[in-house]
């Protein structure tokens, strides 16, 4: 059985994705705004993705008997002076993450709860992924140094990303 604590712990979590989506599709909208239509697509999947981390939770709480509360997602950003300045909040946000799952972690092993400790571990093999993959393009914009072309070479390559259901959710 879930304890409670674990249950609020997995529930605020939910939440937490789900604000990550909500981030997500709003640095979607504002690339789409400046015409950064492969950045756009990059945050779309993004924002697919976090749902998708949500869900992943969210069946793992079902199939623990426990309850599923949603509650109210907190406003996010809607500018951005650039494309830099998304991926530099994208990847403190996902340091955020990071250390938040680590501290679910972190419970499921004071409470000797393997089941949640061993879902967790897609997890944080995910956010290593996630900051790597921001950090990746941080380099790459810093690199261009708000050159045009180099950025519309990046913008051309980020509209290739094309979005793969993650594992947990694929269904044999
Ligand atoms: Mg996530």
């Not at 789900?18 to 697509?41: E, F, P, T």
């Not at 709480?61 to 907190?74: D, F, K, M, T």
């Not at 949640?116 to 290593?128: G, H, K, N, P």
């Not at 913008?155 to 259901?165: C, I, L, Q």
């Amino acid at each position: 059985m879930l304890s409670q604590k674990m249950q609020s712990a997995l529930n605020a979590q939910i939440n937490a994705e789900m604000w990550s989506a909500y981030l997500y599709l709003s640095m979607s909208m504002a690339a789409a705004d400046k015409g950064l239509k492969g950045v756009a697509n990059w945050f779309a999947i993004q924002f697919k993705e976090e749902q998708d981390h949500a869900q992943i939770f969210i069946n793992y709480l079902l199939s623990r008997g426990g309850r599923v509360l949603l509650e109210p997602i907190a406003a996010v950003d809607t500018e951005w002076d650039s494309a830099l300045a998304m991926f530099e909040q994208t990847l403190t946000h996902e340091q955020k993450v990071t250390s938040l799952i680590n501290d679910l972690y972190n419970l499921a092993i004071e409470e000797k709860d393997h089941a949640t400790r061993s879902m967790l571990t897609w997890f944080v093999d995910e956010q290593v992924e996630e900051e790597d993959s921001a950090r990746e393009i941080i380099d790459q914009l810093r690199m261009i140094d708000c050159n045009k072309l180099g950025l519309y070479m990046i913008d051309k390559e980020m509209a290739a990303r094309v979005y793969s259901t993650p594992s947990p959710l694929v269904k044999e």
